[in-house]
């Protein structure tokens, strides 16, 4: 199907506004998987809804689809976490959430599996994927400005595209090889990359695309991670890179979490409702009820979530959950649940799941 749009490069407010007249696009944000690589935090929490800096995870993708002209935005999701991802719906009346069967990592549909659910249930004229765990500055409106363009001549798939830096870095994503803007390369997770540039789970599909996945799944495509479905894709249909600068996080393990953290908190926020009388080194995210006691020294970079109580310790680079006791410990580079309650131990670079208990008696 060939659709036809304008492009109304109408400045307001220093916003391009896109008129894409008599179109349909659908957002997606995926979020049904259950982040092993980051348990045992995400057994309890998923990972799009853990914090960075001031914001949640899944907030640098759902704020600045929220901009968008779509009509819906579906949050999909699986049954163990839904109830946790339900208040997103207050934020913006087009936006669902979609629930999959999916209690544990052996039942989940996958990242493709679940798409298909939905360009089943949701007819669109195109689909704006991203992964709930997109950390990036990309800006959206010029990825859907650039959508159309490529599409003015025939359905055009749009593939978000980042330079990771270096080959090795880019082994655990897809890596891409482009003539001009159309790649003409796409491998997931080589074990020799031919190159740095790596899609970043963002992409926009026509429906003629979409519908395809059907057939992927058919001759036996792996249903989890969408890399594949494009490896696939580009080899029959045009599929195109959009290349942004700026930041972008591949956050699926806590050396990735605590990089990211590090990397854009740059100034400190701290409730008008903690309690400090310790040491503050900045800059540090410090969240209402916390109470940092005299004898302590707490940052930099360092995440204290609410109601949590921190005595006679030093803490840094460390993202530390609600409700947790600190005693007498030095900790570096950790993860810590909420409700953990750790008492004399010195541990770096060490994940502590929630409800933990760890107490030295030496």
Known sequence: ???????????????????NQGLNMIAIILAGGFAKRLWPIT??????????????????????????????IIITTNARFAHLFAPLKELDERIIINVESAMDEVQKLGSIGALKEIFQKYEGDSYLVAAGDNVTSMNFKDFVRFYY??????????VAVYDVGSPEKAKRMGVVKLSGEKIIYFVEKPSEPISSLAATACYIFPREHAIMINDYLKSGGNPDAPGYFLEWL?????????????????IGTPDGLLEAFM?????????????????????????DGVRIKENSIVGPYVYIG???????????????????????????RCLIGGYAKVRGIKIRDSVIGYWTKIFSYS
């Open 43 to 72: 057994r309890e929490i998923p990972k799009p809804l853990l914090w960075i800096g001031n914001k949640k995870i899944i907030d640098y993708v759902l704020e600045p689809i929220m901009t968008l002209d779509v009509d819906r």
């Open 306 to 332: 609410r109601g949590t109580i921190i005595n006679n310790s030093k803490v840094q680079k460390t993202l530390i959950f609600e409700n947790c006791e600190i005693s007498n410990c030095e900790i570096n």
């Open 149 to 158: 363009e490529k599409n003015k001549d025939g359905p055009a798939s749009i």
């Open 263 to 287: 990397s854009l908190v740059k100034e400190s926020i701290i409730s008008e409702k903690a309690d400090i009388s310790g040491k503050v080194h900045h800059p540090v995210i410090i969240e």
């Open 234 to 250: 580009y080899k029959r249909a045009n599929v195109y890179a959009y290349i942004f600068r700026g930041f972008w996080f591949d």
């Open 1 to 19: 199907m060939l659709v036809n749009f304008t492009l109304a490069d109408e400045i307001q407010n220093n916003t391009l506004i896109l008129s």
